[in-house]
């Protein structure tokens, strides 16, 4: 018996070696390459953040895919050490500018510019990088519900710390372009390397904390400048 104790803790501890830890996964998490650079909005460390979905902008069948991702940033809630629990609180009739509260709406942002798809409107009542509202704005053109689960994914990755990183080797990060607009990149949350530098965010942000972004700034498009814009035939 006690020989096969033995054997069973040594065979623990041998599966436990062959699961990479996230130091491990985020050795290879090179920035501009397989992970996003960080310095953008963050919700404040350990914070919960009420998501609401302005319900008169989707069909009830999109609902699901625009809770995905907030479930799946969610779960990483402990490994990026952010703390910060996204709770789902139900639908709105207008955007929320209430502390610690995040909306997900419709709006004209692909036309304003012909270079966005989705945007991030963060507000920081103490002026720095941390939101004390938002809104998660998806332009009607994305109408592929696996287009809205990657752009809700992608500007959850914004409310966390990421910026975008159009060069990164496909699916090494949420914070990728669109391959092509509706295009959904088979994605809804977020990659070891993401989880790596929400980490690296957070550990900057109890240290100092930096002045707002500039919202209007490039690192803000998840559609390329050079790349065609091609609307697949439904
Ligand atoms: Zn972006």
């Given at each position: 018996?006690?020989?096969?104790?033995?054997?069973?803790?040594?065979?623990?501890?041998?599966?436990?070696?062959?699961?990479?830890?996230?130091?491990?996964?985020?050795?290879?998490?090179?920035?501009?390459?397989?992970?996003?650079?960080?310095?953008?909005?963050?919700?404040?460390?350990?914070?919960?953040?009420?998501?609401?979905?302005?319900?008169?902008?989707?069909?009830?069948?999109?609902?699901?895919?625009?809770?995905?991702?907030?479930?799946?940033?969610?779960?990483?809630?402990?490994?990026?050490?952010?703390?910060?629990?996204?709770?789902?609180?139900?639908?709105?009739s207008s955007p929320l500018?209430?502390?610690?509260?995040?909306?997900?709406?419709?709006?004209?942002?692909?036309?304003?510019?012909?270079?966005?798809?989705?945007?991030?409107?963060?507000?920081?009542?103490?002026?720095?990088?941390?939101?004390?509202?938002?809104?998660?704005?998806?332009?009607?053109?994305?109408?592929?519900?696996?287009?809205?689960?990657?752009?809700?994914?992608?500007?959850?990755?914004?409310?966390?710390?990421?910026?975008?990183?159009?060069?990164?080797?496909?699916?090494?990060?949420?914070?990728?372009?669109?391959?092509?607009?509706?295009?959904?990149?088979?994605?809804?949350?977020?990659?070891?390397?993401?989880?790596?530098?929400?980490?690296?965010?957070?550990?900057?942000?109890?240290?100092?904390?930096?002045?707002?972004?500039?919202?209007?700034?490039?690192?803000?498009?998840?559609?390329?400048?050079?790349?065609?814009?091609?609307?697949?035939?439904?």
């Amino acid at each position: 018996m006690k020989r096969l104790v033995s054997a069973l803790i040594l065979l623990t501890i041998f599966l436990a070696a062959l699961v990479p830890t996230a130091a491990q996964s985020g050795a290879s998490c090179k920035v501009g390459l397989e992970a996003p650079a960080f310095g953008f909005w963050n919700w404040s460390l350990h914070s919960t953040v009420r998501v609401y979905i302005l319900i008169a902008d989707f069909q009830s069948d999109e609902v699901p895919y625009l809770l995905a991702p907030v479930h799946n940033w969610n779960s990483v809630s402990e490994a990026t050490g952010s703390g910060v629990k996204l709770l789902y609180a139900g639908s709105t009739s207008s955007p929320l500018l209430c502390e610690n509260c995040l909306t997900i709406m419709r709006g004209h942002v692909f036309d304003k510019t012909g270079r966005h798809a989705t945007e991030l409107r963060a507000y920081s009542a103490r002026q720095d990088q941390v939101i004390t509202y938002a809104s998660i704005v998806i332009d009607p053109a994305l109408t592929n519900p696996k287009a809205l689960a990657y752009a809700v994914a992608h500007e959850l990755g914004h409310n966390f710390g990421l910026l975008d990183c159009f060069n990164c080797k496909e699916k090494s990060t949420v914070m990728n372009q669109f391959k092509f607009l509706n295009g959904s990149n088979d994605m809804a949350g977020p990659t070891a390397c993401d989880i790596a530098q929400v980490k690296a965010a957070y550990k900057e942000l109890a240290r100092r904390v930096r002045p707002s972004p500039q919202t209007e700034d490039a690192g803000e498009e998840p559609i390329d400048d050079d790349t065609p814009i091609v609307v697949p035939r439904p």
